[in-house]
């Protein structure tokens, strides 16, 4: 509250409030909308939801079992984690999950790109529910090593517990033809719209309900097809660069009428 009331009077104090009230605004997802008007003041009738693009040039779908062999993996059950390894991603959610799984007869890989002040953390948590030699963690990976893992995938974990914007490894994954188990986080249900069908969702921070979805998916393969299929078609319409740019231009457009008509700044 004490942070609320400083930045209240800061903007005030600074004329913040009635500099940014007439401008053209933008944020990447409708979850972000709302706070972002309030926090800054401004008009809901100016505001723009332009929603993050990726290349799907680069992150496009490729054979399971090429990527694979390129990698030097077996042919078991992949899921895999990336981002940035600390608590709030959840991904000690996504190794619970893992022996979850093998606790009920189901082997399965869980690989795990990316770095973070809590690898060390991670690593002693595989150890100590031994699944170590299940778990490969690959440090963080160039988009052409990123993309094959995500293309050799079962499916793409994202356990995150945070109320996420806008994230990109959704996006990655879904645009490669993987299928999305996510946490129901933030703009997560903005991108898996049509849960069980363009993807999966399940409660942030429960390992049961993750390792449950990742049961389900390896045991259904007409559920793995569909949310393949719909996922990335999802992607593929609303998500690319050249979406994301388009809305853009779009926006400043609009934002550079109103400047030469002298409503805006």
Same mark, same amino acid.
């Given at each position: 509250?004490?942070g609320?009331i400083w930045?209240?009077g800061?903007?005030?104090?600074?004329?913040q409030?009635?500099?940014?009230r007439?401008?053209?605004?933008?944020?990447?997802s409708?979850?972000?909308f709302d706070?972002?008007?309030r926090s800054?003041f401004?008009?809901?009738?100016?505001g723009?939801?332009?929603?993050? #693009?990726?290349?799907?040039?680069?992150?496009?779908?490729?054979?399971?079992?090429s990527s694979r062999?390129?990698? #030097?993996?077996?042919?078991?059950p992949?899921?895999?984690?990336?981002?940035r390894?600390?608590m *709030?991603?959840?991904?000690?959610h996504?190794?619970? &999950?893992?022996?979850?799984?093998?606790?009920r007869?189901?082997r399965a890989?869980?690989?795990?790109l990316?770095? #973070?002040?809590d690898?060390e953390?991670l690593?002693a948590?595989t150890r100590e529910?031994g699944?170590?030699?299940?778990?490969?963690f690959?440090? %963080? @990976? +160039?988009h052409h090593?990123l993309?094959?893992?995500?293309?050799?995938?079962? &499916?793409?974990l994202?356990?995150?517990?945070?109320?996420?914007a806008? %994230?990109?490894? %959704?996006l @990655?994954?879904?645009?490669c033809?993987? +299928?999305?188990?996510?946490?129901?986080?933030?703009s997560?249900?903005e991108?898996?719209d049509r849960? #069980?069908?363009?993807?999966?969702? =399940?409660t942030?921070?429960d %390992?049961?309900s993750?390792?449950?979805?990742?049961?389900?998916?390896l045991?259904?393969?007409?559920l793995?097809?569909?949310l *393949?299929?719909?996922?990335?078609?999802?992607?593929?319409?609303?998500?690319t660069l050249?979406?994301?740019i388009?809305?853009? =231009?779009?926006v400043?457009?609009i934002?550079?009428k109103r400047?030469r008509s002298g409503? &805006?700044?």
């Open positions: 509250m004490k609320l930045m209240l800061v903007w005030f104090q600074s004329d409030v009635y500099r940014f007439p401008c053209i605004w933008m944020v990447p409708r979850q972000e706070s972002t008007r800054h401004l008009k809901r009738d100016l723009y939801v332009v929603p993050n #693009g990726i290349d799907t040039s680069v992150f496009t779908p490729r054979s399971r079992e062999t390129e990698l #030097g993996l077996d042919d078991l992949l899921f895999v984690c990336a981002g390894l600390d *709030s991603k959840g991904t000690r996504a190794i619970r &999950a893992l022996a979850l799984l093998r606790d007869g189901c890989r869980l690989a795990i990316g770095s #973070g002040p690898r953390a690593e948590l529910l699944v170590e030699q299940g778990v490969l690959t440090g %963080p @990976q +160039p090593v993309t094959r893992y995500l293309t050799a995938a079962d &499916a793409f994202f356990p995150s517990e945070l109320n996420e806008a %994230p990109q490894a %959704p @990655q994954a879904l645009a033809g993987t +299928p999305l188990i996510a946490s129901r986080v933030g997560v249900p991108l898996v849960p #069980g069908e363009n993807g999966l969702l =399940v942030a921070g %390992p049961e993750l390792a449950s979805a990742m049961e389900h998916l045991r259904d393969a007409k793995w097809e569909r *393949s299929r719909s996922g990335l078609a999802r992607v593929r319409g609303e998500y050249e979406a994301m388009e809305r853009t =231009v779009a400043y457009e934002a550079s400047l409503r &805006a700044e």
